[in-house]
């Protein structure tokens, strides 16, 4: 990281901030059409009566320009916790900085201190910058396993059946 930039845990303050970071994050994506949640949601996950969501996020000179979104997991196989890293986004103009490397940085700190037997992420396989920076910090990208999702009306059949 360069002079001015921290990475620190997320507060309250910072949950308007962090949208906006999903917002870009999705249109970097091409998935700008699925955001669906909001501002007050994400609150409620974060801070609220039950959080089920953490969040890191990265400053330059006091402005939010990077997050990275996690929650715990559990694998059967390890018989241990671990965590799954939702979402690690910097802005464009801030990349190069070491933020991002620093957010995943704190989120394995985290993993570590936790007692986790591993942090996983997925990452789109067009994103050839992205599996590069993953790579090169140690992650070894899994070409056996594929997402399965169900969500809306689909996962209200499911839930039914």
Known sequence: MQTGDTVRPATPADVED?????RGLADYEHLAHEVTGSVDRL??????????VEAFVAEHVGACVGFALFFPTY????TAPGL????????PAHR????????????AAAAVARGCGRLE????DWNTSAIGFYEARGARIEGDWRIARVTGEGLARLAGS
């Open 96 to 107: 190069g900085r070491g933020l991002g490397g620093a957010l995943l940085a704190r989120v």
């Open 121 to 124: 992420w997925a990452v789109l």
């Open 43 to 52: 609150r409620e996950h974060l801070f609220g009566s039950r959080p089920c």
């Open 18 to 22: 962090i949208f906006r970071l999903i």
């Open 84 to 91: 799954w890293l939702e979402d690690l986004f910097v802005e």
């Open 75 to 78: 694998s059967t196989f390890l």
